[in-house]
Each structure stands twice: as structure tokens, then as C-alpha cells.
């Protein structure tokens, strides 16, 4: 069965470090996403990629970078982790059918993120 | 910009009860909303998608309303379980990019 997988799935880091998390979708899907989750303010979007070398920032992209080297993966590289960035990030795939509102997003299982 | 309120309290009701979540939205008009399922630990799960000129949608027990009048959506789940338990997250769908803006979410507990 086609899944998206995330890893790890619990990481524990300093402020300063770079930090990459994974992001795998067998789904076959053109369009990625990754968001945080934080008490109080729901999902919020990083970054997202309609497909091969496409990357688009979303409302709270600083601090994050993504590249797109092929259909399955989007890692999320945080540059220099601050303890802001604690929180738990998911990442999400969508089939491309037009970029119409019809497109629902398959979500993995998260990573929970601490930064010290 | 777009904004989207769930009531952040949490929710109880008594099993067999009808559960009713509210989403309200401003500052847009989306063509689609869409409802999501999230249990603690887990990413959310799709569960309904409603267009603007669609008054009513069902699925088995659950059924979502858009008014767009009212900027609004109802959730309802009906003879509600405990095995609903969960977060329910609204979306509303930013046209032409494949892009959601979700709700915070509305906690639903059913105790027994």
C-alpha cells in the first residue's frame, strides 16, 4: 500500500545545529507540503513543492529550506535551530489534479521536534 | 488574509448524541472546505470535502453543512461513539494551489 513516512520520529537538538527532518511518499504525488503544529495555532505552512525543483515558501518559512530532487522526497532542513522551532511537524502529499480545491492532502505521522 | 476559527474549547458530549462543530471563515470565499480527523500522536486523516454550490454533504454518520452566506461550516456527527474521539480540523481550500489553510481544531470527546 502507498504511504508517506516521516523520520525520525522524535528529535532532540541544540540551538544552533542544522537539523534535517525526512519526508517519503510512495504515493506517486506531485504536490508536497510541510507544516508545524503548535498549541493555539493549528497547522501552519512551511514550505511546498508542486513537483521536481519546485519550492515555494508558505507563511512561515524562515528559518527552513526544502529541495525537490524527486517525486518522493521533501526533506526539511532547519538552518540553525532556535528553541522557537520546537513543535511537531508533518509532512503531506496531494495528487496534482489541476491545483483545484478537490485535492486532499495524505499526511504522515509527524516528527516531534525539541530544540534546547 | 485568510482566516478560519474552529471553537478551541473542547467538546463533550454523551454517547449517542449528536456532535455539531463549527467553522467559520473570513476574509474569502472558498470553492471547497474539507474536513479532517486527527487523533493524538497521528497526522490528520480526510474525511469530507464540500463544494460552495453544495449545500449538504453525508458520510455514513457525518454530515457537513457550507453556508456561504455565513462564511460557515457545520460538522455533525451523529449517534455519536467514544471511538470518535478526536481532533476535527476544517480546511479551506486556496484556489489554484492545491494549498489548505486549516483550522485550529475542535477537540470531541464522547464519554460513555
Known amino acids: 500500500d502507498a504511504e508517506i513516512t516521516q523520520s525520525p520520529r522524535h528529535k532532540i537538538t541544540e540551538t544552533g545545529r542544522q537539523v534535517t527532518l525526512a519526508c517519503h511518499q510512495t504515493w506517486n504525488h506531485n504536490n508536497m507540503f510541510w507544516y508545524r503544529q503548535d498549541l493555539g495555532h493549528g497547522l501552519r505552512l512551511i514550505h511546498y513543492s508542486y513537483g521536481v525543483q519546485d519550492t515555494n515558501k508558505g507563511e512561515v518559512s524562515d528559518g527552513y529550506s526544502v529541495s525537490r530532487s524527486n517525486t518522493e522526497d521533501l526533506p526539511l532542513t532547519l538552518e540553525s535551530a532556535a528553541s522557537s522551532q520546537t513543535s511537531v511537524y508533518f509532512c503531506?502529499?496531494?495528487?496534482?489534479?489541476?491545483?483545484?480545491?478537490?485535492?486532499?492532502?495524505?499526511f504522515g505521522p509527524g516528527t516531534r521536534l525539541t530544540v534546547l | 488574509s485568510q482566516k478560519i476559527e474552529q471553537n478551541s474549547e473542547a467538546l463533550n458530549i454523551q454517547e449517542g448524541k449528536t456532535a455539531t462543530l463549527t467553522c467559520n471563515y473570513t476574509n474569502y470565499s472558498p470553492a471547497y472546505l474539507q474536513w479532517y480527523r486527527q487523533d493524538p500522536g497521528r497526522g490528520p486523516v480526510f474525511l469530507l470535502l464540500i463544494r460552495e454550490n453544495e449545500k449538504e454533504k453525508r458520510k455514513e454518520r457525518l454530515k457537513v453543512t457550507f453556508d456561504t452566506t455565513l462564511k460557515q461550516s457545520l460538522f455533525h456527527i451523529t449517534a455519536s461513539q467514544p471511538a470518535d474521539s478526536a481532533t476535527y480540523l476544517c480546511a479551506l481550500a486556496v484556489s489554484n494551489t492545491g494549498k489548505l489553510i486549516f483550522g485550529q481544531g475542535t477537540t470531541l470527546q464522547v464519554k460513555p
Open positions: 503531506a502529499s496531494s495528487e496534482s489534479s489541476g491545483l483545484s480545491g478537490t485535492d486532499t492532502q495524505y
